[in-house]
């Protein structure tokens, strides 16, 4: 390199800035490729649609009811992403929270308000929840 360049401390200076903000916009964009790749796939939407289908379900079911939900997407999804189908689907009776999640990267939770106690399953295509207990 030519010694005047490397003795003028201000074109130096001023380079280094150059060159951290094209590594810091870099860095954004990056970013912003992966979220907006996750949040335009039908991953995210499914998790959100059955999280909160099921929810709204076990919210308006009443002890004794058995509900039998067809999954049919969620395992295609789960499949092709190779998450086992019994980790894409969590029903947590003591923080009663719905979890779905399709990728290894995270997922969707989606809160329900009934007090019951849902026993769950997964066969074939189907989940079937029944609420067996109303009393906490």
């Known amino acids: 390199m030519d010694k005047r360049f490397l003795g ?3 074109a130096v200076e001023m380079l280094m800035n150059n060159v951290i903000i094209i590594v810091i916009i870099a860095v954004f964009f990056a970013f912003m ?3 907006v790749g996750r949040a335009g796939s039908q991953v995210t939407i499914a998790e959100q649609t059955y999280a909160k289908q099921i929810a709204l379900l076990i919210d308006n079911a009443k002890l004794g009811t058995i ?3 067809d999954i049919s997407q ?3 999804i789960s499949e092709k992403n ?3 189908l019994d980790k894409t689907i969590t029903i947590d009776n003591k923080n009663e929270k719905v979890r779905i999640a399709l990728t290894s990267r995270g997922g969707y939770e ?3 308000f009934n007090s019951a106690d849902v ?3 997964i066969n074939e295509n189907n989940l079937r929840m029944e609420v067996v207990n109303n009393e906490k």
């Open 8 to 10: 003028n401390k201000k």
């Open 74 to 76: 969620l395992k295609e």
């Open 110 to 112: 989606f809160g329900f």
């Open 67 to 69: 509900i039998d939900l």
């Open 119 to 121: 026993v769950w399953s």
């Open 33 to 35: 490729f992966l979220f």
């Open 82 to 84: 190779k998450i086992a």
